[in-house]
């Protein structure tokens, strides 16, 4: 326990700006409460998927004594923080930049005429829309068990996707803004839409790559060439996440416990690889979250990985 | 309250400290805060990447048992003098004061100074160098890992050409500053945030939309090393790299 205890707080120190500023209704339930809210924080923040498991069991732990403080009422404001991390109104400043920057991404593959840039604007607004309608659908359901601790342990877990789609990108696949791009690009447009966006995944996915082998460079200590290496197997061998968002980190992690042994054993030495593989291990439990929230590769660019073939996977990028 | 949770209070503490103030006051508030954070607590913090680091040497120097030994005694005296010069570096960080001439503010630069120095009197120059050019191939690694990243958020938000993305690569890459990416974590998507870069490095290179949209974006400023791998505590690393590896015991010394 007090180990486990060690790792929340280490993780508080870099990122737990968000968990620090949860706010509880403290009138009735007392400091236990606030403790279980945190836990239930800690395990739904981003930055800490992969630490489900523990955290389940922490609150495994708590919830009973926070059951025996009696009836509690959880503050309505909680909902916000759990969806928007307490700002909403960030929240809609990002959806706004992010469509401006959509379009603004879609005027540089050709001249967009003024129609055409409408309907794009259009098609987004009406993203955003669906985005809050689904935000208030489960403020109200909130509003109706926010007394039942129970209930609201099992409500955290249904905001999960929420949560995400909060911190994501919702113009991406399956979005009427990206259905709508499809639709109202000429084909030369298309086509040039297809290189620029292609060009900027690439970009992209070498930054959350050489992040990550960086990452595993503070604990595993590799020589350049071995970093350099590394760097290559998985840019070569690897696809992008259908969507790039906050848990780009745990796709690339993903993808390389995937890379058939050989290859990393030639690399690593031996105290490396068993370092590497402690790491591995504490995302085991992540593909299931990462499939049900459409986060892994597209089938399609995982076979083309390695092949180099820019036809085919512009092609992908056109389609998607 | 354990020592780092101790050392997380206070920084959190200067963090929240005030408006600024005049520079003697700054100075004064600074040799306080210096004052309180001893020398064993950065020592503490220094520790685990220690270890890790030389885990590292041993291997790219293939040192013998009793130089390793030699150099654990030589590194405790060099951490003993540098802990004291990180503290100043630490609370400047905090306060937003600190300058490269301050020391580095990278906990991973302080210790490879240190085995660098330790290092120093024992080794054959051709080693020595061969160790100063790998740490400084990591470092330009590391770099680059960060300005992209750091380009990528600037992507995100700014929607940049290809020719773009390459100049700001560049510009940042060439006036780097080491207290941009102390934590990569925290220029990971997910924190829409950017490190506190002068606008004369970026603003060059963009629209006059794009600049608008970069002027109203939030500044974060870094004021701690990441100490975990993805999340798992740095000190479980440091323990398997104390772990003495077996092929060592039978390794004879090297003749000098």
Known sequence: MNHRRKIHDARLDDDGVAREEFRWNRSASGRRLIRVGCLA??????????????????????????????????????FDQW???????????????????????????????????EKLELAGRGDMRRFHERVEVLRLRFKSIRHDINAVQAFLQEIQPLQLAANGDPF?????????????????????????????RRFRYQARI???????????????????????????????????????????????????DGKLEKILDPDQRQLLQRVMDRFQGIEPFLQQNGLLPDP????????????????????? | MNRPAGLACLILCLALAGPPMPLCAQDEKADQAVEKLSGREIQQQLRPLLA????????????????????????????????????????????????????????????????????????PEDQLTSYREEISRRAAGRRNAAARSIVVTLDENLVLTAAQREQLMESLTTNWNEAWALSLQMIQPGNEQFPEIPNDLIVPFLTDAQRKVWSSV???????????????????????????????????????
Request: avoid cysteine; charge should be negative; hydrophobic fraction near 40%.
């Open chain 1, 41 to 78: 924080l800690f395990i739904l923040s981003g930055a800490v998927a992969a630490e489900e498991q523990d955290g389940d069991d922490l609150v495994e732990e708590a919830l009973p004594q926070a059951r025996e403080v009696g009836q509690v009422v959880i503050d309505e404001q909680n």
């Open chain 1, 83 to 117: 969806v928007y991390r307490g700002d909403a109104e960030a929240t809609r400043r990002r959806f706004e930049a992010l469509l401006r920057s959509r379009v603004d991404a879609a005027a540089q593959a050709g001249n967009l005429t003024e129609g055409q840039k």
């Open chain 1, 172 to 200: 991406g696949q399956g979005s009427l803004y990206a259905r709508t791009l499809r639709r109202t690009l000429t084909a030369d447009q298309a086509a040039e839409y297809a290189r620029l966006d292609l060009e900027r």
């Open chain 1, 210 to 260: 050489e992040s990550v082998v960086a990452m595993l460079d503070n604990g595993l200590a590799f020589r350049d060439e071995q970093r350099q290496t590394i760097v290559t197997l998985l840019l070569e061998n690897t696809s992008p996440p259908r969507q790039f968002g906050q848990y780009d980190q745990y796709v690339v992690l993903y993808q390389l416990q995937r890379i058939p």
């Open chain 1, 300 to 320: 399609a660019d995982e076979e083309q990985a390695g092949t180099g073939d820019p036809r085919a996977a512009a092609e992908n990028a056109r389609k998607r």
């Open chain 2, 52 to 123: 890790i680091e030389r885990r590292f040497l041993r291997k790219l120097l293939d040192l013998t048992p009793e130089e390793e030994a030699e150099l654990l005694k030589q590194e405790e005296q060099h951490l003993q003098d540098v802990s004291q010069k990180h503290a100043v570096a630490f609370v400047k960080l905090q306060q937003g004061t600190w300058r490269p001439e301050d020391g580095p503010a990278d906990a991973r630069q302080i210790v490879q100074k240190v085995l660098a120095a330790a290092l120093a009197s024992r080794l």
């Open chain 2, 218 to 256: 939030p500044k974060i400023r870094m004021v701690n090393t990441e100490l975990h791998v993805l999340g798992l505590p740095l000190q479980d690393f440091a323990n398997e790299a104390e772990a003495v590896m077996p092929e060592r015991d039978a390794k004879p010394a090297r003749a000098k």
